[in-house]
């Protein structure tokens, strides 16, 4: 995680890095070969309040080679008090067995919040970024005058 693209301090847990980058999006690096536990997601969360002090935020998340969340942690990232401090998540996958298992999660754990699957960091900023914009669209046409 190269620092100077934040305006956050870095956030460590078990296996992951957390930070708030320029653009306002947060940014998860995840540690490969690893298995993603309730635990490490309850360290993210408690780092995105400490982050955002509460707010709401369009998440990147960086998942290294062959690292595979168990099955409370897919239905905790998944749920309604799992999302409590994200607008979307934007997963960069690359191994085989990750997609197979994202497949699965889209298919039978749907997501609280918007979240897809990229092969690229670029694709999956460009997705957020355009999802937070449009967002941005909405809300202001909501407004009344």
């Known amino acids: 995680m190269d620092t100077s693209d934040f305006i956050s301090m870095v956030q460590e847990g ?8 320029t653009d306002g999006i947060l940014q998860i690096d995840i540690k490969a070969n690893e298995l993603f ?3 490490d997601f309850n360290e993210l969360m408690a780092a995105a309040y400490k982050i955002g ?6 998440n990147l998340i960086t998942v290294g080679e ?3 969340a168990d099955h409370a942690a897919r239905v905790l990232s998944t749920s309604k008090e799992g999302s409590y401090y994200k607008l979307a998540d934007a997963f960069v996958i690359n191994s085989l067995p990750q997609k197979l ?3 699965f999660y889209m298919n039978f ?6 979240t897809r699957f990229f092969n690229s960091k670029s694709e999956a900023l460009t997705w957020l970024k355009n999802l937070e914009l449009s967002n941005r669209k909405q809300s202001h046409s909501k407004k009344v005058f």
């Open 14 to 21: 078990r296996i992951s890095k957390i930070a708030l980058r």
């Open 37 to 39: 536990q309730a635990g």
């Open 53 to 58: 002090k509460g707010k709401k935020f369009y």
């Open 66 to 68: 062959y690292t595979i």
């Open 101 to 103: 298992v994202a497949n």
């Open 109 to 114: 754990h749907k997501p609280f919040v918007p």
